[in-house]
């Protein structure tokens, strides 16, 4: 079954979508002081995986690895929404078709409760 990550063109594509999320991230007075001290390779590490996963590519987490590396940060509802917001809108510049954008949102929130308040 061809993934919406090989659809798109895998790694090389997913690199420019990653890049526009994270300036969507980084903008977002919301978020972006989770991120304060992370180093920017870890930074864009953690967008890539991000974008990989909502898109079924390699890089696919169980929810307690996502558990163990969101915890201490007691994440809130709106932090989780923020994301997937940005992430919508990542793929809607790309030109990612509604259907594709609901099914990479799916993947997402199936994660959410193992990544909110920890
Ligand atoms: C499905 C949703 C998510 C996935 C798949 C995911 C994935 C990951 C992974 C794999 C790591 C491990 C470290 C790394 O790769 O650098 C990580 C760390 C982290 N995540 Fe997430 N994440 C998700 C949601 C979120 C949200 C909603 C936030 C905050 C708004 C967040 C903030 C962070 C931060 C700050 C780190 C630590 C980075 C560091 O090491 O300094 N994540 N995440």
């Known amino acids: 079954m061809s993934t919406l ?7 090389g594509t997913i690199a ?7 300036d969507l991230v980084l903008a977002d007075e919301e978020v972006n002081h989770f991120f304060e001290n992370t180093d920017m390779a870890k930074q864009r590490a953690h967008q ?20 163990k590396v969101h915890t201490g940060m007691n994440l809130q509802p709106e932090h989780f929404d923020a994301i997937v917001k940005h ?4 793929l809607a510049h790309f030109g990612v078709g509604e259907e594709d954008i609901a099914a990479a949102l799916d993947k997402v929130e199936s994660l959410r409760g193992d990544i909110i308040y920890k």
């Open 5 to 11: 990550y090989e659809k798109l063109g895998g790694e």
């Open 87 to 90: 992430l919508r809108e990542a």
């Open 16 to 22: 420019k979508v990653v890049d526009y999320f994270y």
């Open 48 to 67: 890539t995986k991000f974008i990989s996963y909502a898109l079924g590519g390699p890089n696919q987490y169980s929810g307690g690895a996502m558990t």
